[in-house]
Nanobody
Framework: QVQLVESGGGLVQAGDSLRLSCAAS????????MGWFRQAPGKEREFISA????????FSAGSVKGRFTISRDNAKNTVYLQMNSLEPEDTAFYYC?????????????????WGQGTQVTVSS
């Protein structure tokens, strides 16, 4: 049984930092690309960042580029999202996802497994 468990969310002030973690179990972590998405109330799910399993390449959405950094620790089956300079607009439920693909990673449809999410709230 595959499980993705996010942690690290919380309530912070604008300008603060948070690091989200997503621990994976039950899947071949080293052959899955990992992605982070978020969804704010009344909005569609939005791609944030992804890291491939081939070469560990990363890419991020323009809205978070330069502020958020994705990384992975294959020894711990964990992917991280370091979020700096948080803004109230970053308030959302954050989800991690896993896919055996290594391209088109901004598309939610290619992800096979999803976590339950963790709430991030940024106050102004």
């Amino acid at each position: 049984q595959v499980q993705l468990v996010e942690s690290g969310g919380g309530l912070v002030q604008a300008g603060d930092s948070l690091r989200l973690s997503c621990a994976a179990s039950g899947l071949a972590f080293t052959t899955h690309s990992m992605g982070w998405f978020r969804q704010a109330p009344g909005k569609e799910r939005e791609f944030i960042s992804a890291i491939t399993w081939v070469g560990g390449g990363t890419f991020s959405a323009g809205s978070v580029k330069g502020r958020f950094t994705i990384s992975r620790d294959n020894a711990k089956n964990t992917v991280y999202l370091q979020m700096n300079s948080l803004e109230p607009e970053d308030t959302a439920f954050y989800y991690c996802a896993a896919s055996p693909a290594y391209s088109n990673l901004a598309r939610a449809a290619i992800y096979t497994y999803w976590g339950q999410g963790t709430q991030v709230t940024v106050s102004s």
